[in-house]
């Protein structure tokens, strides 16, 4: 088993917070993590049909390049800056479809603030929309059509409700880039990035947006 050193226990408790939140959406949720260096990154996949990216700086460069199980590595975070990585797992199809590392192009910047505000929004309307409406498919035509709509650029909502509901913008003020390529948009916080592939309407988790 390969074992990394987390730079401190300010990493240490961002990576807790980062799985605890994962794990609380999906208690069987994978991680793949990368890292070529001194910093690795730790992918996920929320049930918001994106792809959520964590970078968290080691004690020092490590070559790393596995798929775990996110409540493993959880308990073992939760334990030690110093980690010895779960066996690996056989991960969901997202595992092997990240983002490209080159080819974005930034698009607009904005407060995290407004951001945030943008989530809430669509929760609320989403609220309004469906209240008493029982039909499930209906409600689900609803909710699409809420997470498709855009926050900052051309990326949408559902993107900055996994980075929100994730810990990815931090509890504070920041800035926030809208990224994209001719496939992916990418939506870029001070805790890390969620991209989301365009075109792909998203199987919404109508509990997400309530």
Known sequence: MTGVQLAGVDEQQAVVQYLDRLVALDNRAAVRL???GQVMGIWSGPPFEV??????ALASPEQVDTTVSAQRLLERVRESV????PPPVSG?????LLPPRSGWE??????VANVRAAVGTAKQFFRERAEGISDRQELERIAQDVW???CLGEVPVRSAHAAETLGLMGPGDGTAVAFSTDTWTRLA???GSVSARRGLLPSIS???LL
């Not at 792809?51 to 968290?56: D, Q």
């Open 189 to 191: 916080v001070p805790g």
């Open 82 to 85: 110093e980690v010895e990585l």
């Open 51 to 56: 792809v959520a990216l964590r970078p968290v």
């Open 34 to 36: 990368q890292a070529g």
């Open 148 to 150: 498709e709509r855009t």
């Open 206 to 208: 109508v509990f997400a």
């Open 92 to 96: 969901p199809s997202w595992v092997g």
């Open 106 to 111: 930034e698009r607009m910047r904005g407060d």
